[in-house]
């Protein structure tokens, strides 16, 4: 079995739960911290005896969930017990990044915090059922930068209901004020079914009109403020104007299509030919692992041709030629040389292959028509 690199903690710990959201999430349960950890770190050892996780690592994310809304003392101990790796990565809800959450990161390895800002408009964040506001973040950025983390990703959101372009263009704004390292863009997804969708539908359904310019207009007000475009949906400080690589090396790991690991509540693994998730109840998982045994897991058999074409569909959405080494198998090539023609898709050298701006702009759908 390989050795990932690649470590996700899944923290499910939030004070309520937005509207829009469909993580693995448990409202309140205080009390249950200390179990939590107590399990994590019984899978992280059987992982380990298992070959699966190596004793020192690339990268560790440690998501959510609110990870910061967990009991200070036990997260102290599960980020002070996790293997060391060269970035350490912990997601924060503004509201609970205090100064003293703020030291216990920076004392305990955390190399980056990424925090989820979405938007700075209050009757938007009211709109997503969000609990921090603008100053919130504002705040959540300066405690951070007094304990010394020099290595700040901001969340946004498009598409909320009842976002202008207006908006959108205030938000970009606020966020670039903070200079954050890291800008991460996302389109409002609204899984169809939940309340959200429910009370949003025909909003969400304008704002589907829209979201084309509007990700056009990220990407330009971005671009043009020094950022590099380096994912679909991910922009970080140009390495000339930073003097370092400020990409997500964890995040760059699942593109790149190499193995991880997924302790928690939910969390999902890609280990050689495997893909297993672990049980969403809470209950099942920390009443397995009190007993020295692995949680419930789905697990899902991956044959060398689905790997492949993950890769290429992963791969495509980073600015970097994708190695096509051992890929020719999953490619229609008469389908590349057509979009070559339409300038969607380029060979910048004979063994790599990237999406040109236009084509990045398509996204999935042009990759799509890759497969063979």
């Not at 993580?23 to 699966?52: I, K, M, N, P």
Request: glycine content about 8%; overall charge negative; some cysteine.
């Amino acid at each position: 079995m390989s050795r990932s690199q690649h470590l996700y903690v899944h923290l499910p710990f939030c004070k309520h739960r937005c509207g829009y959201c469909d993580f693995v999430t448990v409202v309140g349960r205080r009390g249950e911290h200390t179990a939590y950890v107590d399990a994590l770190l019984a899978e992280l050892r059987l992982e380990q005896r298992a070959g699966s996780v190596g004793e020192s690592l690339d990268t560790v994310f440690v998501g959510g969930g609110t990870p910061t809304l967990t009991e200070p003392r036990e997260l102290r101990r599960l980020l002070a017990t996790l293997p060391p790796a060269l970035e350490v990565t912990v997601e924060a809800n503004p509201e609970t990044v205090t100064p003293e959450v703020a030291r216990l990161l920076a004392a305990t390895g955390v190399t980056r915090v990424s925090i989820g800002a979405q938007t700075f408009q209050p009757r938007l964040l009211a709109v997503l059922d969000r609990v921090a506001g603008p100053d919130d973040v504002r705040r959540a950025v300066y405690h951070l930068r007094d304990a010394s983390v020099d290595n700040i990703s901001l969340d946004l959101v498009y598409g909320i209901p009842g976002q202008s372009a207006a908006d959108l263009d205030a938000d970009l704004d606020a966020a670039l004020e903070l200079q954050p390292e890291h800008l991460s863009c996302y389109e409002l997804e609204a899984k169809p079914g939940t309340r959200f969708t429910h009370r949003h539908g025909p909003e969400l359904e304008r704002q589907a009109e829209a979201m084309e310019s509007y990700f056009e207009r990220v990407v330009a007000t971005l671009t043009e403020r020094g950022y590099r475009w380096y994912e679909t949906a991910s922009f970080c400080v140009a390495p000339e104007r930073a003097g370092r690589d400020l990409r997500s090396r964890h995040n760059l790991g699942y593109w790149l299509g190499h193995d991880y690991l997924g302790l928690g509540v939910g969390a999902v693994s890609t280990i050689d030919t495997r893909r297993w998730r672990n049980t969403p109840r809470l209950a099942r998982y920390l009443d397995a692992l009190a007993h020295g045994l692995a949680p419930p897991r789905e697990v899902e058999p991956l044959s060398a041709e689905t790997r492949q074409q993950e890769r290429v569909l992963l791969g495509l959405r980073l600015d970097e030629p994708l190695p096509l080494d051992g890929l020719e198998g999953v490619l229609d090539m008469a389908a590349l040389d057509r979009l070559e023609r339409l300038d969607l898709a380029r060979r910048p050298r004979p063994d790599g292959l990237a999406l040109t701006e236009r084509g990045r702009f398509l996204g999935g759908g042009v990759t799509a028509r890759l497969l063979a």
